[in-house]
């Protein structure tokens, strides 16, 4: 209200200074015009959110129609990769099925582990809930975001739980993710006759791993250290913006500080099962990928098991990039130009790949419809908000 009052009272004294008689209709005039401006400025930054909404989306339908109704008919026959996908056993079938279940049952004890008091049931409806939005709409990952905290918050579980949850899981599953093509890249090299340019890459890939790993440890190591990470890392992105014209960032040394206050106690307890967990959950999609392609007739003699980690691998870091939910179509494209490169017929690489995206991207979408609406009816779970049972290794606000 003071702000309010501000410009009438200001309106006044240059009314008695200059003695112009301005009436005080007016003044009122004016003042609504000054309010006016936050809400047009509000009401435009709202259109321009729903436009690159709109614009997100359509990049994503185009990309998906380009590669299911071009790119695909052109790379391969259709009729030959129904073909593929039918000379299948029954036996191959469910062993692609079974590895897939499993791989959806990993990530819910990632969640568990950085989750004190999670229980696997409340992880799996989480993990469903969440990959089904996440598959589905533009920028769906930062909505599934919102639907975890929602669960979490109905459940009794605190909103700084929830965030070091969320932090921990998604900082090792970037390590992950920055792992594993650097270990695809070291095996194929000891496999022999590695290439300069594969070698190389290894190695860079290998050092700018290990280099992220020491400086999360000094992170973690003290608060002096997280502050002085949160600095360094500061200039590099102010340098960077300077030269791209951008105002400057502030404040990354508070953000580390408290990202290292919040997290060090869990990750000191549990980090070697965090690890573990992550690992046996990317391991688990990657042997979805591997079985699908040996159950359609792609030999380890057209692609290896370690080309197709590789090709995996490098077709993941792509989703770092939303382009689309999922990364619908990009994947796609990825996986069957780099296993067709590696040597597999195409038509065998092309069904094996949508027979492993049916699986691990489309199943999903209606399991995780199921555990939302599994979530809004049950009521047997829920407790008051940050009411559920306090842990020493997570800091709680009350």
Known sequence: MTNERTPSAAVSADERSAGNGRSTAETSSGVDTQRAGPDSAHEGSRLFRR??????????????VGVFWFFLPQFTSISEVWASLRAMTWLELAAVVLATLWNLATYWFVMVTTMPGLTLRQAAVVSQSGTAVSNTLPAGSAVGIGLSYAMYSSWGFSRSRASVSLLVSGVWNNFAKLGMPVLALVILALQGQPGAGRLAAALAGLAGLVGSVVVFALLLHSEEAARRIGLGAAAVANALRRVVRRPPVSGWERATVKFRDRTVLLLRARWVWITLTTLVSHVSLYVVLLIALRAVGVSDDEAGWAEVLAVFSFARLLTAIPFTPGGLGVVEVALITGLSAAGGARADVA????????????LPIPLGVATYLFWRRNQSWRRPPNSAPRTPLVPEQS
Request: net charge positive.
């Open 51 to 64: 436009a690159r909404r709109l614009l997100s989306s359509a990049i994503s339908v185009a990309i998906v």
């Open 351 to 362: 069904a094996a790949v949508l027979l492993f995206r049916a699986l691990t991207y489309v």
